[in-house]
């Protein structure tokens, strides 16, 4: 289903889904090297889950 993507995509991409990543740790994991830029961007382009406030 990621194949392409960064080793860590699916599990940034579900935690977006569901709450458990904010907007803020997301630019750090791409800093980091763990996604990258237009991962981040095409992840933020879902509707982000409410287990967590968002931090911006």
Known sequence: MFEGKSRYYGHFYYCWL?????????????????????ERAEIMENPRGDAFPDEV
Request: charged content about 25%.
């Open 18 to 38: 569901n709450g458990s990543v904010t907007t803020k740790e997301l630019y750090i994991h791409v800093e980091n090297g763990m996604i990258t830029e237009e």
